[in-house]
């Protein structure tokens, strides 16, 4: 399948390394946020939300971040696997359920 | 989470011609949405489709362009009509309020080239 990470940032980390992945997000009204993987020729799969009166929230092998001060939200994968290997995206609503936002999106690519 | 199909997966199509794409869900759902991925790119709404009224188009789309239908809660077509050579992307339909989870669930996507 085609890549859909061409222009994105690339973190590259060593399988069994944490990653982290940053994201800004644009709207201090902005009260829910979503992390998406996207694995080439396929459509963005949900990974972890989380409300703005939380500031972290953990899943498997996932911990989101957020820092409503500055607009920011991390998402840490730990132990990463080669099959992390994908584009990520964050994304932001005004509205639990809403319309989202997408951010620029950073590709993972875990090295064995 | 809600199991989402899109007809076609992909599509090689002449300048000047339309392509409608199909969106299916497996459950009744409130909310159905078109995106735009475009090369490289990231993921920007088209619009909100409504279920028995016109769609909700975001700013730097139309209606004309992007014809959109909700006959059901189930299903939603997308038309690119018209079509250049940079209507090329990649084209997901997104649900959310799936199965009484509260989040958004996306389609595999229909891969557009224009030739």
């Known amino acids: 399948g085609e890549s859909v990470g061409l222009h994105l940032p690339t973190l590259s980390v060593q399988e069994g390394d944490n990653s982290i992945i940053n994201c800004a997000y644009s709207?201090?009204?902005?009260?829910?946020f979503i992390w998406y993987k996207q694995e080439s020729g396929k459509g963005p799969q949900f990974i972890i939300d989380i409300r703005s009166n939380m500031d972290k929230r953990q899943g498997q092998r996932v911990t989101v971040l957020l820092n409503k001060t500055v607009k920011h939200l991390s998402l840490q994968i730990a132990a990463t696997q080669p099959g992390d290997s994908a584009v990520y995206f964050c994304?932001?609503?005004?509205?639990?359920?809403?319309?989202?936002?997408f951010g620029a999106g950073t590709i993972l690519r875990v090295k064995s | 989470s809600a199991v989402i199909s899109q007809k076609p997966s992909r599509d090689i199509c002449q300048r000047g011609t339309s392509l409608t794409i199909q969106c299916q869900v497996d459950?009744?759902?409130?909310?159905m949405f078109w995106y735009r991925q475009q090369p490289g790119q990231s993921l920007t709404l088209i619009a909100t489709a409504n279920q028995g009224s016109e769609a909700t188009y975001e700013s730097g789309f139309v209606i004309d362009k992007f014809p959109i239908s909700r006959p059901n809660l189930t299903f939603s077509t997308l038309t690119v009509s018209n079509m250049s050579p940079e209507d090329s992307s990649i084209y997901l339909c997104?649900?959310?309020?799936?199965?009484?989870?509260?989040?958004?669930?996306f389609g595999p996507g229909t891969r557009l080239l224009v030739l």
């Open positions: 994304a932001e609503s005004m509205e639990y359920g809403n319309k989202l936002v």
């Open positions: 997104s649900v959310d309020r799936a199965g009484g989870e509260e989040t958004q669930y």
């Open positions: 709207n201090s009204a902005s009260d829910y």
């Open positions: 459950s009744q759902v409130t909310m």
